[in-house]
């Protein structure tokens, strides 16, 4: 560990020798899909409008050094690519991107898991607007997908890989940044919205702003209701597959879902700003009771999130000083042969200091010092009253050099848990800048720390499980902000998996570490062109999985061989703005033991958008137009074709 430190030590001084004389800012753009910023100013109101990123915009990154040496593996989404697609939920925005698979059984609201270039749920870290909101009473602490929402997202930001480097033991599969937060302008604005659709629902909301010289005050309040369709659906291999859910008895499953928000910001003379924050998540959902079979059982969730930060921007450097809190609370009631009720009680919290310094021309010096602490207060029926803590110390080093074509970043961090040995990563990556050509390389370390759940849970528990390591390795490379490909690897060591105790069925499962590597190996492809001065635009993106194993050479379920998004954009006037988009998922497996298809379909969505005035907006969207009957999850069902149509107002 020692030696490993010190080389990294020596390895961030060395860069600083390979700095260029003048300082340079990115010139490529995290993955969009417009090509220039010039045409951007031609069609501001065009589908494909590129990002204009300033430093620290991405909140993923932390940093404007990892922005800088991050394009190939980050994503943004801002208000106008979700307004073009008009995604009903989160998991619609996700699976168009590459890299990216949401496993959902059942509609809104039902249970859901997320991949991220072929590592599962508990790999990836969920922040909104800077909040942590991954739960401890969830399976690896993971993401509780069932009630996040739309709503109130104004931008949605990815970065593919490990990153525990920059975040800790959640992030070693990748980060996922929700922002909430409006672009605040002097005086006071608003925006509202509201639509209808299938299956009885509705969604409405409305954020608030007011800004008067160093004083910003927003809110925001967001719901979405409806009578939902069936989760359960018949198996695959039944008589009755295919078949609709209704058409055999199965009832519906509804869902509620709300949130609101408060941000109190002011910034003092001295250019300090203070900031106080509170976002509360709240939803209810019915859900069946396994794989094909209908039931009636209830979830109710409630999340809080609440912090306070100090930040000041410097010249050639910004410093911030946070503490953040996340409470979740569920209850979960089950009728028939299983009745009963059940509640999750969990808690996270999370407080440090980063900054960042230019200190010399081409040379950016990035630390980070925070403490992280978890407490799971009962799971289902038992009280556990089990914490573990973490503290963390990252510091890394970007250097520009020959004439700023070439970036050099690398990073190490220090991790002491409560209950393991300390752990350190590391991150290095050399970006090449050629004319139009983006070329990178990049190594990096990541761990998983087995979660409070995972080691406690009186069903499934197993106290004698360890951190698991991982070492991921990635090339890839970008031409004039239009096509990106990259080449990744991940190794993992000590897998913790779900190890299925009285196959074939699997009512019961354990925990265990799966001894030895695990591997998976893919390539990921972005393309965005625009012809007409931005009146008609395509897109696209495929991910495939050369390899996706476990140490046993047993392919890992839920991730398909090859996913691909596609977007075509047509303005035939310049009030309406018209997306068709296309998804495809090849070869999937639904669980290892049983290995049932889920894969091998193709769905097709239509959006639109008429500007009707400079303040209103009429929108609508047709979610799988050719009705295709699919199941992502073996015995349940996916959304059917629906409409929804809506109105949004801004002043």
């Given at each position: 560990m020692r030696k490993q430190i010190l080389f990294m030590t020596a390895l961030i001084a060395a860069t600083g020798l390979w700095s260029s004389p003048q300082a340079h800012q990115p010139t490529h753009a995290p993955e969009h899909p417009e090509n220039s910023e010039e045409r951007a100013q031609e069609t501001q109101d065009a589908l494909s409008p590129p990002i204009t990123l300033d430093p620290l915009t991405i909140r993923a990154l932390r940093s404007s050094l990892f922005e800088a040496s991050s394009q190939l593996q980050t994503t943004v989404i801002d208000s106008d690519e979700l307004s073009r697609n008009r995604w009903q939920n989160l998991g619609d925005a996700l699976n168009a991107q590459s890299g990216i698979i949401f496993s959902q059984a059942g509609g809104p609201g039902q249970q859901a898991s997320l991949f991220m270039r072929g590592l599962d749920n508990k790999h990836t870290l969920l922040l909104v607007d800077g909040f942590v909101l991954n739960d401890p009473s969830e399976i690896g602490s993971g993401v509780i997908w069932n009630?996040?929402?739309l709503g109130s997202t104004h931008q949605v930001e990815i970065v593919r890989g490990p990153q525990s480097n920059l975040w800790g033991s959640g992030a070693?599969?990748?980060?996922?940044?929700?922002?909430?937060?409006?672009?605040?302008?002097?005086?006071?604005?608003?925006?509202?919205?509201?639509?209808?659709?299938?299956?009885?629902?509705?969604?409405?909301?409305?954020?608030?702003?007011?800004?008067?010289?160093?004083?910003?005050?927003?809110?925001?309040?967001?719901?979405?209701?409806?009578?939902?369709?069936?989760?359960?659906?018949?198996?695959?291999?039944?008589?009755?597959?295919?078949?609709?859910?209704?058409s055999v008895g199965f009832g519906p499953d509804g869902h509620r879902m709300e949130s609101h928000r408060i941000r109190l910001a002011y910034t003092l003379p001295s250019g300090v700003t203070l900031t106080a924050r509170e976002l509360k998540l709240s939803g209810w959902?019915?859900?069946?009771?396994?794989?094909?079979?209908?039931a009636n059982h209830t979830q109710r969730s409630e999340t809080l999130l609440r912090g306070v930060e100090a930040s000041q921007h410097l010249t050639g450097g910004r410093w911030q000083i946070f503490a953040h809190r996340s409470s979740?609370?569920?209850?979960?009631?089950?009728?028939?042969?299983?009745?009963?009720?059940?509640?999750?009680?969990?808690?996270?919290?999370?407080?440090?200091?980063?900054?960042?310094?230019?200190?010399?021309?081409?040379?950016?010096?990035?630390?980070?010092?925070?403490?992280?602490?978890?407490?799971?207060?009962r799971s289902y029926s038992t009280d556990l009253d089990r914490t573990h803590s973490s503290q963390s110390l990252l510091i890394a080093h970007g250097a520009r050099f020959l004439e700023d074509r070439g970036l050099l970043s690398v990073g190490v961090r220090h991790n002491r848990h409560s209950d393991f040995a300390d752990k350190n990563t590391f991150q290095a990556s050399l970006n090449w800048q050629e004319r139009e050509w983006l070329l990178f390389a990049g190594q990096s370390t990541a761990y998983k720390a087995p979660s409070l759940y995972q080691l406690y849970d009186p069903f499934s528990g197993n106290d004698a499980l360890d951190p698991e390591t991982i070492q991921a390795t990635e090339v890839g490379f970008g031409w004039a902000d239009r096509l990106k490909v990259t080449l990744f690897q991940n190794r993992i060591t000590d897998l913790i998996d779900g190890v299925c105790m009285d196959p074939p069925n699997c009512w019961s499962w354990g925990t265990e570490n799966l001894s030895g590597t695990s591997t998976i190996q893919g390539a990921e492809m972005s393309f965005a062109q625009s012809w007409a001065g931005g009146a008609l635009g395509f897109s696209l993106h495929h991910t495939h999985l050369f390899k996706a194993e476990d140490t046993n050479g047993d392919r890992l379920a839920r991730r398909p061989k090859d996913q691909s998004a596609a977007h075509l954009d047509y303005l035939p006037i310049e009030a309406l703005s018209l997306r068709l988009s296309g998804e495809y998922i090849g070869d999937r497996i639904d669980q290892k033991n049983t290995k049932t298809q889920t894969g091998n379909y193709t769905l097709a969505h239509l959006a639109a958008n008429w500007r009707l005035s400079e303040q209103a907006t009429?929108?609508?969207?047709?979610?799988?137009?050719?009705?295709?009957?699919?199941?992502?999850?073996?015995?349940?069902?996916?959304?059917?074709?629906?409409?929804?149509?809506g109105l949004e107002a801004r002043f």
């Amino acid at each position: 560990m020692r030696k490993q430190i010190l080389f990294m030590t020596a390895l961030i001084a060395a860069t600083g020798l390979w700095s260029s004389p003048q300082a340079h800012q990115p010139t490529h753009a995290p993955e969009h899909p417009e090509n220039s910023e010039e045409r951007a100013q031609e069609t501001q109101d065009a589908l494909s409008p590129p990002i204009t990123l300033d430093p620290l915009t991405i909140r993923a990154l932390r940093s404007s050094l990892f922005e800088a040496s991050s394009q190939l593996q980050t994503t943004v989404i801002d208000s106008d690519e979700l307004s073009r697609n008009r995604w009903q939920n989160l998991g619609d925005a996700l699976n168009a991107q590459s890299g990216i698979i949401f496993s959902q059984a059942g509609g809104p609201g039902q249970q859901a898991s997320l991949f991220m270039r072929g590592l599962d749920n508990k790999h990836t870290l969920l922040l909104v607007d800077g909040f942590v909101l991954n739960d401890p009473s969830e399976i690896g602490s993971g993401v509780i997908w069932n009630h996040l929402h739309l709503g109130s997202t104004h931008q949605v930001e990815i970065v593919r890989g490990p990153q525990s480097n920059l975040w800790g033991s959640g992030a070693a599969g990748g980060v996922i940044s929700l922002s909430t937060q409006p672009i605040v302008q002097e005086g006071t604005h608003g925006q509202a919205y509201a639509s209808l659709g299938s299956f009885y629902s509705e969604r409405s909301g409305v954020d608030l702003s007011h800004k008067q010289g160093g004083l910003i005050l927003e809110a925001g309040f967001h719901q979405s209701e409806a009578e939902g369709f069936s989760a359960a659906a018949p198996k695959k291999g039944s008589d009755d597959y295919g078949k609709k859910p209704e058409s055999v008895g199965f009832g519906p499953d509804g869902h509620r879902m709300e949130s609101h928000r408060i941000r109190l910001a002011y910034t003092l003379p001295s250019g300090v700003t203070l900031t106080a924050r509170e976002l509360k998540l709240s939803g209810w959902s019915q859900f069946d009771g396994g794989a094909g079979v209908d039931a009636n059982h209830t979830q109710r969730s409630e999340t809080l999130l609440r912090g306070v930060e100090a930040s000041q921007h410097l010249t050639g450097g910004r410093w911030q000083i946070f503490a953040h809190r996340s409470s979740f609370d569920r209850k979960m009631t089950t009728t028939g042969a299983f009745a009963g009720t059940g509640t999750y009680d969990a808690e996270s919290s999370r407080s440090g200091f980063d900054g960042e310094l230019n200190y010399h021309p081409g040379m950016t010096l990035f630390i980070a010092a925070e403490q992280n602490r978890e407490h799971l207060g009962r799971s289902y029926s038992t009280d556990l009253d089990r914490t573990h803590s973490s503290q963390s110390l990252l510091i890394a080093h970007g250097a520009r050099f020959l004439e700023d074509r070439g970036l050099l970043s690398v990073g190490v961090r220090h991790n002491r848990h409560s209950d393991f040995a300390d752990k350190n990563t590391f991150q290095a990556s050399l970006n090449w800048q050629e004319r139009e050509w983006l070329l990178f390389a990049g190594q990096s370390t990541a761990y998983k720390a087995p979660s409070l759940y995972q080691l406690y849970d009186p069903f499934s528990g197993n106290d004698a499980l360890d951190p698991e390591t991982i070492q991921a390795t990635e090339v890839g490379f970008g031409w004039a902000d239009r096509l990106k490909v990259t080449l990744f690897q991940n190794r993992i060591t000590d897998l913790i998996d779900g190890v299925c105790m009285d196959p074939p069925n699997c009512w019961s499962w354990g925990t265990e570490n799966l001894s030895g590597t695990s591997t998976i190996q893919g390539a990921e492809m972005s393309f965005a062109q625009s012809w007409a001065g931005g009146a008609l635009g395509f897109s696209l993106h495929h991910t495939h999985l050369f390899k996706a194993e476990d140490t046993n050479g047993d392919r890992l379920a839920r991730r398909p061989k090859d996913q691909s998004a596609a977007h075509l954009d047509y303005l035939p006037i310049e009030a309406l703005s018209l997306r068709l988009s296309g998804e495809y998922i090849g070869d999937r497996i639904d669980q290892k033991n049983t290995k049932t298809q889920t894969g091998n379909y193709t769905l097709a969505h239509l959006a639109a958008n008429w500007r009707l005035s400079e303040q209103a907006t009429l929108f609508g969207r047709i979610e799988n137009l050719t009705d295709r009957y699919y199941q992502v999850v073996d015995g349940y069902q996916s959304a059917p074709r629906s409409a929804y149509v809506g109105l949004e107002a801004r002043f």
